[in-house]
């Protein structure tokens, strides 16, 4: 692999991320406190008191997956994320691939984490006796507002929309902390046996709960879409991709294990509760912290709304200047440098879905999981990928561990695989049967439009996740 020198920024703000808000980044998308707030409630429903032990498999899996990414990411950089990781190895197809479903699945779960930041501002503003965006058109009007302001943050800088979700975040968790610790003690069930032995939990509700728990941390490798803005990418991507995944990994294992224990009832109850944080609060007392709580779950499901709009535009931003899209895409605005016209063409992709949804009179978490469940497949094939391109990468720049690497990549991929198998067969209950056929027939109307460029136009095909530099290399 040859030094690249050039500036393959583009216009971006190149080498202005700290690696702070690099790590920030991959903490804003994957939104710890969104997930809390809805995903053990939904998981307790197949996996019983095996939920927190299909964290526990979530995280295993995405950290061998975020070795994967890593052992590029030291190497390699630049604004496609994924997409340009996978080309030395795969080749301009299979980074085409990987950057199509990762591009499908940042949008997807932009849009459901918008209809759960909407449910969770319009729940924060009841709290306040704000009553009206309560219904499926006050949900609406929520969603387009909060699009707007995290269109402005995309626009405006990445550094500020990074530091304002990462502040949320934090705040957010800490609260979710206090709040869980104080509830699950006050159980009286700190050692819950149910749990702790997998009472009642069976293998095919819990492998089915795993890609729940994957959703959990879809993101956690958005910190390498800033390749071309980082400070110190070949450093600070690789810690964030492993940092936030293990911080995301103990968060979830703690607050659904607390969740479940501390509902009368345990999993069954907290799988039929339509906000799990608000009940926990207000039977144990604690109804003062009801506002907190509802605003920081509305600004972590904002944030992951941000961080996947930055990852989507810089990902329409490369095939911009690779040629595989309109150069239209690959310009940045003249002040922020920011891929402006590329978050602009985001905007219908996330919104739409969202009303659709609703208007066909699901409710806005349900909402969130049918969306944001069609994404996680995206990051999965992406995920996939990456696992096996990892120890063809390393082969290809003579470096070592490449056996080590095989191992981890086949370690983090074949899960991901079986996971994918499980949610098509035994068939799901509607609507959840279909969502893999939404994602199939999206990501191969995505393979048969660059197969048909590549047949027409070989030539630009082939700089298919070129718009990238790599480390310099000693000898």
């Not at 509760?273 to 009801?290: I, N, Q």
């Not at 197969?451 to 082939?462: F, G, I, Q, T, Y």
Request: aromatic share 10%; glycine share 10%.
């Amino acid at each position: 692999m040859s030094t690249t020198t050039q500036d393959h920024s583009g216009g971006l703000a190149r080498r202005s991320v700290s690696p702070l808000e690099v790590g920030a980044q991959s903490v804003a998308n994957i939104a710890p406190s969104a997930v809390i707030a809805f995903g053990p409630g939904v998981m307790a429903a197949s996996a019983g008191n095996g939920a927190w032990f299909s964290f526990l498999i979530g995280t295993v899996i995405i950290l061998l997956v975020a070795l994967s990414v890593a052992s590029i990411a030291r190497r390699r950089a630049g604004a496609g994320s994924l997409y340009v990781l996978a080309r030395p190895p795969l080749g301009p197809t299979g980074s085409f691939i990987t950057g199509w479903a990762l591009f499908l699945g940042v949008v997807a779960i932009a849009s459901g984490s918008l209809a759960g930041a909407g449910f969770f501002a319009s729940q924060f503003l009841g709290n306040l006796n704000v009553t009206l965006f309560a219904g499926t058109t006050g949900q609406i009007i929520l969603d387009v507002a909060l699009l707007a302001v995290a269109v402005y943050l995309a626009i405006t800088s990445v550094r500020l929309s990074a530091r304002v979700s990462a502040t949320l975040e934090v705040i957010s968790i800490t609260v979710i902390v206090i709040v869980l610790s104080i509830v699950l003690v006050k159980s009286g069930n700190v050692f819950d046996s149910n749990q702790l032995t997998l009472s009642g939990a069976t293998l095919d509700g819990m492998v089915f709960a795993v890609v729940l728990a994957i959703l959990g941390f879809v993101g956690f490798e958005s910190a390498a879409a800033l390749g071309e803005e980082s400070q110190d990418p070949f450093r600070a991507i690789p810690r964030a991709v492993l940092g936030s995944a293990i911080l995301a990994g103990i968060l979830y294992i703690f607050a659904t294990y607390a969740q479940v224990a501390a509902f009368q009832g345990g999993a069954a109850t907290l799988a039929k509760s339509g906000s799990p944080m608000d009940d926990l609060a207000t039977h144990y007392g604690l109804s003062g912290f009801l506002p907190i709580l509802n605003l920081g779950f509305t600004a972590s499901f904002f944030a992951v709304v941000v961080a996947c709009i930055n990852v989507g535009a810089r990902l329409l931003f490369s095939w911009g200047n690779d040629g595989l899209a309109p150069a239209w895409f690959g310009k940045v605005h003249p002040e922020h440098r920011t891929p402006a016209r590329a978050v602009y063409t985001i905007i219908p992709l996330v919104i739409l879905p969202v009303i659709v949804v609703l208007m066909a009179g699901a409710a806005p978490l349900a909402a969130t999981t049918y969306i944001d469940t069609v994404g996680v497949f995206g990051y999965m094939v992406a995920y996939i990928l990456v696992c096996i391109a990892a120890p063809l990468f390393l082969k290809k720049v003579n470096a070592k561990g490449v056996a080590t690497a095989w191992v981890i990549g086949l370690l983090g991929a074949a899960p991901l695989v079986y996971v994918f198998y499980r949610n098509v067969l035994p068939v799901p209950p509607s609507p959840l049967n279909t969502l893999p056929y939404y994602f199939a027939a999206f990501l191969v109307a995505g393979i048969a439009a660059f197969l048909v460029l590549k047949a027409r136009k070989p030539e630009v095909a082939e700089r298919a996740g070129t718009f990238a530099d790599d480390a310099p290399v000693a000898g």
